[in-house]
């Protein structure tokens, strides 16, 4: 069974750019999350979606969103890129919601200058 | 608000010792604790702990939680090089039924020869 994926891999882009990140869960998981990984902040929640609804969400500002789409797949953009968005996103997936181990991407490592 | 802290930050030790990672929490609506291991890019799962007192085992390493005092411990015996890696803690709080991992910074294990 294929792993979850991520493309692009690495990004690079300027501040006040915006970026579109891309997750394809394992086949047959439902849900996503995605993650910012920083060296100083480590792994923070970003938001969760589940059949197309996002249904929770972290303490980050409204120029980061996401949407999932009906094979399950899941995108999050961020517009007006800033130096401090420099960092590894990871989407977990997960078969249901409650109770259910997520797995862990390769991870997208934005760089933004 | 919720929170997850491990300790040591960092630890080097010689093949063979055996370590002991820990991970404290304070969370609202704890649902489980998750142990991962991360060499590059993708944590990759080790462990989901529910159930205070119950000893989950896989080879050379084991977990426990104690709900009561809020905490688990990664035990990693006979280490070898291949088990240097940054070693995350992560708790499942839930919100009805969504999906959110808070992470600790984790443990930075490096195994010397």
């Known amino acids: 069974k294929a792993g979850v994926t991520q493309t692009p891999r690495y990004l690079i882009k300027t501040r006040g750019q915006q970026v579109t990140l891309s997750c394809s869960p394992i086949?047959?998981?439902?849900?996503v999350s995605w993650y910012q990984q920083t060296p100083g902040q480590g792994l923070q929640f970003l938001f969760e979606?589940?059949?197309?609804?996002?249904?929770n969400k972290g303490n980050f500002p409204g120029r980061f969103s996401g949407r999932q789409f009906s094979n399950s797949r899941s995108e999050m953009n961020v517009s007006t890129l800033e130096l401090g968005d420099s960092a590894l996103y990871l989407c977990?997936?997960?078969?249901?919601?409650?109770?259910?181990?997520?797995?862990f991407g390769p991870g997208t490592r934005l760089l933004v200058l | 608000e919720d929170k997850v802290v491990q300790s040591p930050l960092s630890l080097v030790v010689h093949e063979g010792d055996t370590v002991t990672l820990n991970c404290s929490y304070e969370?609202?609506?704890?649902?489980?604790l998750l142990w991962y291991k991360q060499e590059k890019k993708a944590p990759t799962f080790l462990f989901m702990l529910?159930?205070?007192?119950i000893e989950k085992k896989s080879g050379r390493l084991s977990s426990i939680l104690d709900k009561k005092e809020l905490f688990s411990i990664l035990n990693i015996t006979a280490t070898q090089t291949g088990d240097s890696a940054i070693y995350l803690c992560?708790?499942?709080?839930?919100?009805?039924?969504?999906?959110?991992?808070?992470f600790g910074t984790g443990t930075l294990l490096a195994v010397q020869p």
């Open positions: 977990a997936s997960s078969r249901l919601a409650e109770q259910e181990t997520q797995y």
């Open positions: 086949s047959g998981h439902r849900s």
């Open positions: 979606y589940f059949s197309e609804t996002q249904r």
């Open positions: 969370v609202t609506n704890f649902r489980s």
């Open positions: 529910t159930s205070s007192g």
């Open positions: 992560a708790v499942d709080v839930h919100g009805g039924a969504t999906n959110k991992l808070i």
